[in-house]
């Protein structure tokens, strides 16, 4: 009998899952804390053991949860970029001359994956400003560029094949990668930012090619940003059963072979992904912004940005 | 205890719903036929027991079922596109000088609700090429006109109201509304394509307070057209189940309070939907440029469409 | 010989271009002030004699002439908004219950024309909160509502005909209008906003089709703002030249007949009006916020606007 | 006094405006063939003065202009695709294994400089199905890939930089670069195709530092096809006065320092643009595609291009 498992690409959920079913997880640390409305996790894997247990590589991973980005006010929307900026700069080298290159991944036409793409575009970039346009630079900006190279099926190359010929050209002291991801929860959708320091890891036996970008590949600290836009239907399913039903009932369900194909087969976005997207797109921009250039403002933003 | 409904627009579904539970449905006609790769159903209901049951008004409610919009080659999409004509010619009077006034419903900027505009968008209009250009108009095409009107939270006025306002004005002899549905069954989702002559319903309960869009309201018939692009998520679940556990271990589970709100508040779209719904644009359009204009050819459409 | 005539829809230009000629204009009034770095002007047409010979019908033209809206900052911006609100406060006769339709003229698909639809998703639209959700409305916020109908070559309808009728059941108290413009100053592109009180009036002779939205059509006050977006190929020939011939001169050559067909027929907008119509529309939407919603300010904007 | 010179990037224009001065040209030939609606012109430098003069490198430039590509039937549009492979056809050596990368330049978000990315979004990529999907590659499909980079200002990094850290990569036999281009003549705008095998070189003293994107640059051939979308203002302008005055007045008007800055800096595009590229993009799109996979017809590319 096969185990079905449920996908995510957050840290956090693959830990709940464990600790739901009362596994061991030596290897694993979990600390907790809460700025006012924002929820913060940090997910440590210490061991190759932990690591390979939890399908992620050994590093850290901080999970941000947030109320829903339409409804908040302007202070927690200055809050939460905040607190963005100090966990990326927490997992950066405080270098004197940093020069950081953002990979903006996702497709642009999908709009449940035109997260990076959406980054990309609210960035202040200023690697070209630095000989093109000096006076535009306050002191202490570090030096950005950002590219959002397309997926595969568009462009007929591995993404990781482009970035890393990117970051052998450019030599930038650090890698920051901006993707949509999968949860296994649908309140997290677009309310849960990941911060890690493991870059991007499809993993093995995941079903999809896209190569690693990562410190190993890239030769420099990758950071990777993520933000849920999509749950797999199947995941629905058994979150609601497992509010209703036991854990060895729920199990028994879906592993009984019986759940249809086209269910399996169907990942879901909420139907206001339009809007959702462009809301987290922003905060996480912003949240790069204030992280890489230091003492600047949203109205400095508005400049650079159009 | 309150008693789960599950929410869809199709007339087919809402049949199923009751021959599943072996409920009565007198007054209620169900006719089947496929066309190679088209299965076609006809929901007929004719009484006003029947349609208070069904919560949808006395009428006809044809259904095709197509294959992914996006692996079909140019012969069944043709097809496709000659069937809704043949359904729409069906339920609209064969009138010589025939005027229709066609509504796309829905907000441009979510994607899963666009159908509507992007419908109108890929229209043959001509209503104002009989005085303007009447060389471009072969005999007997239909003066047709189109309007995308917003939806009520972008532009403060009921879609009923403005419809309404500009069926006065014009006097068309019919109005052929498109929109987005619900449906339950996510294998549905822009594979199933609702063709009606009772137009928009919303109906009591729904607590959504768009108004009727039907001859009733508007004084000349109306036409619906609808693909499904979003299901609820406590559909899915409900689907989940239903094909693993029998119909009361199912209801007690639906019915038991426990599911979590944000799964119940919780509306899903496919993750591609922007290339879902395009697809099914395309083709609901050519569907409607086919019936009004006879013996109009896609490169006459090409033409009249950029 | 036909005199070739420049096109504008500035009546500040119109005037400019008789008193170069030093022609007659008595029944038309100028007046100028200037706050910091924006130049005011108000025309004023006070007779049929000079209404015929401006093209434009009896009423007060009020132009705006700011900065490049990319390079302003904060305090000029906010500056500006005020500005328009304040001089569309003036036309507006200031009732207690007062509820406005808001008109977004122009092809959201064709980025020169785009002004109108850009304006509609940006502006507080109220008229359904009223009854469906007060809790979301300061005191003193008017009933507003807003529709981009399309254009005739989308709808095939007259966008009179849709105006009139949705004005005719909605019976708002006031109606604005907002349309991108032609000038005949490249410099007045996307820098120049007018704010008149005659409603649109496309004027005989122009073999443009489109009929007036006026009072006289409307039944209620229209206000018309507008922003030029494109300027005739051959007025920036013409300009061109009586920056270094004299007018006899100028004259004499573009009366030639000689000047090629193409270049008559071709209108100009510049190869970055997508980010200037954005900026454009911004400020337009704000004006006119501020204009009708006492005490907003732009963090209450934000939360109606996505 | 300084000579103001006219701005093109078609070598048929640059070698027009000598021959109007009766400037010696030797070292360039032009060859003219007309297939019906399609007037071609090959523009050959082949000596580095005359590359020096011309103000491009030696090379071969053909042009293709065609009729207004918004009204042209489908067996004139097919044409133009087939005559545009042939020409690439002819600039490509013919290699068994041919692996063709093929670039995007400028900048979607700006529609007049989105023709790059309009068509790299509907090119037959088959690079990673070789490996991935097989059986959806007929024989005699070459390897394609494509990437449209952004442009400096979004990304930070100069285009040359990008392209040549992705060719020494993947190492493809050859490059296409597509680029949208500026013209004098105001009926070139999207009507011309320019196919060349020199790449992209800016030129000293243009002040645009983009950098030379050529086979000196990135060690393979390197074919640019681009297509004009915009045109100086002071073009049009002069364009005008050569038709109405004799050279030596033009030249001294234009040359008298007396036209207004504004006009000088103003770069103009078509009111329609969003349109016209569009066109340009599908017809520049279908004859890369028809170029480089043998045999594939409009129907295959569909099935490729959503």
Not at 189 to 210: E, L, S, Y
Not at 215 to 240: C, E, H, R, S, Y
Request: hydrophobic residues 40%; glycine residues 6%.
């Amino acid at each position: 009998m096969k185990i079905m498992s449920i996908r995510t690409d957050l840290a956090l959920e693959t830990h709940q899952h464990f600790t739901e079913k009362a596994e061991d997880l030596s290897g694993v640390k979990v600390a907790d804390k809460s700025v006012k409305d924002i929820e913060i996790t940090q997910v440590t894997i210490e061991t190759e053991e932990a690591a390979e247990k939890m399908g992620k590589p050994i590093g850290n991973y901080i999970t941000l949860h947030t109320p829903d980005l339409r409804y908040i006010d302007k202070i927690l929307y200055e809050k939460i970029c905040r607190q963005i900026a100090n966990e990326i700069k927490e997992l950066i080298d405080d270098d004197v001359d940093k020069s950081i290159l953002i990979i903006g991944l996702g497709n642009r036409a999908i709009t449940s994956d035109s997260l990076g793409p959406q980054v990309t575009d609210r960035l202040v970039v200023t690697r070209h400003l630095f000989s093109h346009a000096p006076e535009m630079l306050s002191t202490n900006y570090a030096s950005v560029c950002a590219v959002s190279p397309g997926v595969l099926g568009i462009t007929g190359i591995e993404t990781e094949e482009i970035v890393s010929a990117i970051c052998e050209k450019l030599k930038p002291c650090a890698v920051i990668v901006v993707d949509a991801l999968a949860a296994r929860n649908i309140d997290r959708i677009t309310k849960t930012i990941q911060i890690c320091d493991t870059g991007i890891n499809p993993g093995a036996g995941v079903g999809n090619n896209r190569r690693e970008i990562s410190q190993k590949t890239l030769g420099v600290p990758v950071i990777a940003v993520g933000v849920p836009t999509v749950v797999d239907a199947v995941t629905i399913a058994k979150d609601t059963l497992s509010s209703t039903l036991n854990d060895a009932e729920s199990d028994m369900i879906f592993n009984s072979g019986k759940i249809p194909q086209e269910i399996l087969n169907f990942t879901t976005t909420p139907k206001e992904i339009d809007i959702l997207i462009k809301k987290s797109a922003e905060i996480v921009a912003n949240g790069i912004n204030f992280a890489l250039h230091d003492n600047i403002t949203f109205e400095d933003i508005d400049i650079f940005v159009n």
